[in-house]
């Protein structure tokens, strides 16, 4: 369910995501940022690796969504949910880990971004729930 418009591709309800754009701007990992259009960003790292990375504000972000924004977008790297009153499933972020694919809050990828599989990140708290839960080693 989208947090401010019921269609493709769930904009931020400020019409932009100034935010995210900062944050990748003064990242020490991120060489360059480029806006594709529909929340689809190119991020380049220093290493030279191209990321692309779907930006949105999705109330709950799960696998019908995903779904959804591959359908439009194609290939994605990572899926960023950036409004701190929105997120993502469990079930989502660790279907899409072991494929290789990352699914993050923006505080979580500027973390990420520091590891070269970045898309495996995860936080101490989520790593103690998903090894409590039995769902990671």
């Given at each position: 369910?989208?947090?401010?418009?019921?269609?493709?591709?769930?904009?931020?309800?400020?019409?932009?995501?100034?935010?995210?754009?900062?944050?990748?701007q003064a990242h020490g990992r991120v060489h360059e940022l480029?806006?594709?259009?529909?929340?689809?960003?190119?991020?380049?790292?220093?290493?030279?690796?191209?990321?692309?990375?779907?930006?949105?504000?999705?109330?709950?972000?799960?696998?019908?969504?995903?779904?959804?924004?591959?359908?439009?977008?194609?290939?994605?790297?990572?899926?960023?949910?950036?409004?701190?009153?929105?997120?993502?499933?469990?079930?989502?972020?660790?279907?899409?880990?072991?494929?290789?694919?990352?699914?993050?809050?923006?505080?979580?990828?500027?973390?990420?971004?520091?590891?070269?599989?970045?898309?495996?990140?995860?936080?101490?708290?989520?790593?103690?729930?998903?090894?409590?839960?039995?769902?990671?080693?």
């Amino acid at each position: 369910m989208a947090a401010y418009s019921e269609n493709f591709p769930w904009p931020n309800s400020y019409g932009h995501f100034n935010f995210f754009e900062q944050r990748m701007q003064a990242h020490g990992r991120v060489h360059e940022l480029a806006l594709l259009g529909d929340g689809l960003y190119q991020i380049t790292r220093p290493d030279g690796s191209v990321l692309r990375v779907f930006v949105c504000e999705c109330y709950a972000y799960g696998v019908a969504q995903y779904a959804e924004t591959v359908q439009n977008l194609g290939h994605l790297d990572a899926i960023i949910i950036s409004s701190v009153w929105c997120g993502y499933t469990n079930e989502l972020k660790l279907e899409r880990r072991d494929q290789g694919v990352g699914v993050f809050k923006i505080a979580e990828f500027m973390g990420a971004l520091y590891h070269k599989d970045f898309w495996r990140y995860l936080t101490a708290e989520q790593r103690d729930y998903f090894r409590e839960k039995g769902l990671i080693q």
